[in-house]
């Protein structure tokens, strides 16, 4: 065997390390993401405005990185249609509903609720034959799905439960599955994931910028202190990580390890609800997350040697 066979070898053995990274460092991101909305609705800054103006220098950040790499969005029908769709679903839409449920319902359980896209992810990955069934992985999501539940009806069942914002923020989830099966459904071809990021924050800020102009809404930050400021450009950063993790993470997990950024996002997010937010536990945390742990590790061991990553394809951040 030569030495470039072994050399080889070695390299495909590890290769699952890069999605695991990749989600573990991503879906850190949004948990931290989750409590910083908490934190911007305190100084007066809207859900909207403060959505905005962050995905706003994310996608200039982004935008710089690609211009001294050299590798541009592509902008063909194909990519503008790409850029457009995952804008709506998987950060426009999304991020508004749960940025805007986080000061009804708390940081801690819309962290918990962004969970939930892996069984539908999964289901759609499989009914489209994008995935093999895995019986692992199918464990997995089920006590991840399992541990969302125990938290959901906990939730409704509280006395002063908001069931129009719990309703609401049900909803993000579901956009976020529609996002994960899109994005992979319909990557443009040979385009790399550092590429794609931000030209999808780009249409995402567009498509939030015509909301703040309707009545009603305002892209306003209040300027008589640092702090809002200083707020949005820390959620620039987060977002432009989170994001440009995301792709990557798309193009080397797939689909279904994608879905579990969510769940990693709540086993960060929560405690620091708890610990630093000053928010109550929510009923059945324990339960709840525990099963939500074990979806993360069974679906993570069960796609690891379900992991392909093209020979032709690069993927540096």
């Not at 409704?156 to 899109?182: E, K, Q, R």
């Not at 450009?233 to 193009?251: D, E, H, P, T, Y």
Request: one cysteine or more; hydrophobic letters at 55%.
């Amino acid at each position: 065997m030569s030495e470039s066979t072994i050399h080889n070898s070695l390299s495909n053995k590890h290769i699952w390390l890069i999605p695991v990274i990749c989600l573990l460092a991503g879906g850190g991101l949004i948990g931290i993401s989750t409590n910083l909305a908490k934190v911007a609705g305190q100084i007066g800054l809207s859900p909207l405005a403060f959505l905005f103006w962050s995905i706003t220098g994310a996608a200039l950040l982004l935008l710089v990185v690609t211009i001294v790499r050299r590798d541009l969005p592509p902008l063909t029908l194909r990519s503008l249609e790409y850029y457009s769709v995952a804008a709506l679903v998987s950060v426009a839409g999304s991020n508004l509903i749960f940025f805007s449920a986080i000061p009804q319902v708390g940081a801690g359980f819309v962290a918990l609720m962004i969970a939930l896209p892996p069984l539908l992810t999964y289901l759609g990955a499989l009914f489209m034959r994008m995935e093999r069934f895995n019986i692992v992985r199918a464990l997995g999501v089920a006590a991840a799905l399992g541990g969302v539940g125990v938290l959901a009806i906990r939730k409704f069942s509280a006395p002063d439960a908001s069931i129009f914002w719990i309703l609401l923020a049900l909803c993000g989830p579901v956009l976020l599955a529609i996002g994960n099966i899109y994005r992979t459904l319909r990557w443009p071809d040979a385009a790399s994931p550092s590429s794609l990021a931000p030209g999808m924050l780009i249409v995402a800020a567009l498509l939030l910028g015509l909301v703040g102009i309707l009545p009603n809404f305002s892209l306003t930050v209040p300027t008589d202190a640092l702090l809002p400021l200083g707020l949005i450009v820390l959620q620039a950063f987060i977002f432009a990580g989170q994001f440009l993790l995301l792709f990557l993470l798309q193009k080397t997990g797939g689909p279904v390890l994608l879905s579990l950024l969510g769940s990693v996002g709540a086993i960060v997010g929560v405690p620091v609800a708890i610990f630093l937010q000053g928010e109550s536990p929510p009923e059945g945390l324990l339960l709840g997350a525990s099963l939500i742990a074990i979806g993360v590790v069974l679906v993570t061991w069960g796609g690891i040697k379900m992991t392909v990553i093209p020979d032709n394809t690069h993927y540096e951040l």
